[in-house]
């Protein structure tokens, strides 16, 4: 199993904040869609959508 809060996309780009703990299990497939995240279960087939939001979530960088 897998404790998720937050899912991060293309590192430094988007990240979708959960508003619950999400358990992933082995097989369980998770993804991005229009700015949600769907988990589909790898036991039942269900399709979930988690509550969260999507966010930029953007680094600044200083040269020295």
Known sequence: MLLLDRVD????????NLDQPLFLA???QIWAERSSVLVRR???GLVEQPAGSMDAERWAYKLL
Request: aromatic share 22%; with cysteine; proline share 7%.
């Open 42 to 44: 790898a036991v039942t």
């Open 9 to 16: 996309f293309e590192p430094g780009c988007y990240v979708f």
């Open 26 to 28: 082995s097989g369980d």
